[in-house]
DNA sequence: CAAACATTCAATCATGTGGTTGAATGTTTG
DNA sequence: CAAACATTCAACCACATGATTGAATGTTTG
């Protein structure tokens, strides 16, 4: 049937756009929030009109989606569902692509020993009260849900906001799930700075599926 | 930070495969149950050799598993969240790209008219034992699976047994999924014959997904 | 209204992809 | 062990894609 194939092709179109690991990238940074062309050139890397093309795709395939600011065009995620989708493919692909399995393992036994801690490591350690836990999310995400007590930095603004932790406690870090790369750099940064810090094997997604409680006000934000 | 890069490249490696028609429709075909090479090829007119090809990407993606029986080879979806994938990103399609509401609207007539039911409301509905609940899918795939107490009318044959349905009672008609089109095409049917009908807003691979009750034998199929 | 700036366009190239064909592989059956 | 069958492989073509360049568009600022 004609039809059911044009359906198939245009949920295609959206599929394409996930198929390159750059555009990947800029979908992680514009999970984040909303960011110009050229912020997401230079923090992904890419050249600004390589860049452009891409969130070009993207906005036709429905993913992302434009508005102008001044001299500035801002592209945001066109709708929190397209974190879920990444959610889910993050996923699928741990569970069945080795390679995914082995890099992360890599990575965490090659760079220093960042062992994770576990959800039920982090509450013993947190009702200790000798532990900063900080949530390395937008501030946005961190306004509709966050683990108690846990301080939030954003991940664009971790290397200054670093001088204003507790140097004498040791810091837990999370962030979205255990594919979201800014704990691994909250972490990575944290140390060199002279810090003991962990992060959270999982995020706050699971967290919050567990069943743990979780915080809704603005509590204790160290940025302004 | 390569790590982050190439980690994305994983994650691209899945989304490529979500980037053709013809693959999504062969996922479609595999939300119902394991399928070998050739009744893939053919429920989807592609060839024999093209057919097993887009199934090895999709393996290698891990999106899809294959399993030998005899001398066919049986693939399979890698894991239910497959299914979920494929739901959120028909979601997203449906609501940023406009041409999928077109089509959907001008292909499916007067959607309004054609009220989805939803899985609760087809529970309750059911219990009450006035409604005939109509699987509107190839006898083989009704056969891997259905709803407990739905009856089957093949797409090919839907008009002519239309007649051996009982006109006093409600149907409510589903196949494979909210854009599967033959449980649209059923209700416009059974409204022309004077029957009162509705479509289950999804279909059954997000019914056996959510949990509920799967029947397996052949129970009360109406055709021969 | 012109200069400065942010973004997009257009042309180009190397590479990757989907599809077709016919031969090759591997499993079961007689 | 050879025939029959299901699937995969290998070679090939037309076409799409990602990336690079330099010019063009559109918005704000002086």
């Keep these: 049937m004609a039809f059911k194939q044009e359906l198939n092709d245009q949920f295609a179109r959206m599929g394409k756009v996930l ?16 960011r110009s062309v050229d912020a997401l050139a ?14 070009q795709k993207m906005q036709q395939a429905g993913l992302v989606r434009a508005e102008r600011q001044g001299k500035q065009i801002f592209y945001a995620l066109a709708d929190d569902e397209v974190i879920t989708l990444m959610t889910v493919l993050h996923g699928l692909a741990e569970r069945h692509l080795a390679e995914v399995r ?28 000798l532990v900063t836990i900080l949530d390395v999310r937008p501030p946005e995400e961190y306004a509709a849900g966050h ?3 846990a301080v939030n930095i954003s991940p664009a603004h971790l290397r200054e906001q670093i001088a204003q932790l507790d140097a004498g406690r040791e810091v837990i870090a999370y962030c979205r ?17 002279g810090f003991t810090a962990h992060r959270l094997e999982s995020g706050f997604p699971e967290w919050k599926q567990a069943g743990y409680p979780v915080e809704y006000e603005h509590s204790e934000q160290v940025s302004r």
């Design 102 to 129: 082995e890099m992360v393992s890599m990575h965490l036994t090659a760079r220093d020993r960042l062992a994770p801690v576990s959800v039920e490591e982090l509450l013993a350690r947190a009702q200790s009260g």
């Design 147 to 149: 683990v108690p007590g």
């Design 177 to 193: 799930g255990p594919y979201c790369t800014f704990s691994f750099e909250a972490v990575a940064a944290l140390r060199a700075q």
């Design 19 to 34: 198929g390159s690991g750059r555009r990947l990238e800029l979908l992680d940074y514009l999970a984040q929030g909303a």
């Design 42 to 55: 230079t923090v992904s890397g890419l050249s600004v009109a390589n860049t452009s093309q891409h969130l």
